[in-house]
């Protein structure tokens, strides 16, 4: 398998653009996770989608940020508008659940960089 | 409030000598735990997990960790440190519910430097 898959790798836009970031996570993986790295907060999680559904968005950060997964093999955070402070490296993890798995497979990770 | 402890941000060690990055956490009942390492702009990689029986778990890169209940620990473990070990270590536990929810609490991260 492929792993998960992040796109783009690098986003850089001015103050007030939409971005999209994109999500394929493992085949047969029924969570998705969708985390923002920075260094002053660390790691945080932004939202969770269990089978598609999202189950927990209570990192989501403000109206700006949006999530959804339509099928289970595609996900997408936007941000609109974007602003500075949310310059960050967001990452998508998946998840098979189960008692004896439940360990996450990150993407690479998409830079993000707001002007 | 339930948090994960890496009290140490750097922990330094000579190559070849044994290195432990340390974990604590305080989670009501049995959680699972686990560790990661990321490397430069690289995504975290799973290094092991404890679910449940032997305290030592044993993982990949030669790491092993060692669950302790009474004091909540799970420390990361190597025998011998290569340079190439350098990168930045994260404790993360799952909480156990019946619930449903699945969600994984992390460390802030340790960063180990192996010096040759």
């Known amino acids: 398998d492929a792993g998960v898959i992040q796109s783009p790798r690098h986003e850089v836009t001015e103050m007030g653009q939409e971005v999209t970031l994109r999500c394929k996570p493992i085949s047969g993986h029924d969570y998705l996770f969708w985390y923002r790295q920075t260094m002053m907060r660390g790691l945080e999680l932004l939202i969770y989608f269990n089978n598609n559904v999202p189950i927990d968005d209570s990192g989501m950060p403000e109206d700006r940020f949006s999530a959804k997964m339509p099928n289970a093999s595609f996900s997408t955070l936007k941000i609109q508008p974007s602003e500075p402070r949310d310059s960050a490296v967001y990452f998508c993890?998946?998840?098979?659940?189960?008692?004896?798995?439940?360990?996450?497979?990150f993407g690479e990770g998409s830079r993000l960089t707001v002007l | 409030a339930q948090s994960v402890a890496q009290p140490e941000d750097q922990v330094n060690v000579a190559e070849g000598n044994p290195l432990t990055v340390k974990c604590t956490y305080s989670?009501?009942?049995?959680?699972?735990l686990f560790w990661y390492v990321q490397y430069p702009n690289r995504g975290l990689q799973f290094l092991l997990k404890y679910i449940t029986g032997d305290n030592l778990v044993k993982g990949s890169y030669g790491f092993e960790a060692e669950f302790n209940k009474s004091q909540t620990s799970f420390h990361l473990k190597k025998p011998s440190a290569l340079v190439s070990d350098s990168a930045l270590y994260f404790c993360?536990?799952?909480?156990?519910?019946?619930?449903?929810?699945?969600?994984?609490?992390f460390g802030t991260g340790t960063r180990l430097k192996v010096l040759a």
């Open positions: 993890a998946s998840s098979s659940g189960g008692p004896n798995t439940g360990e996450l497979f």
């Open positions: 993360a536990v799952r909480p156990r519910t019946t619930s449903g929810t699945y969600k994984y609490i």
């Open positions: 989670v009501s009942g049995n959680p699972y």
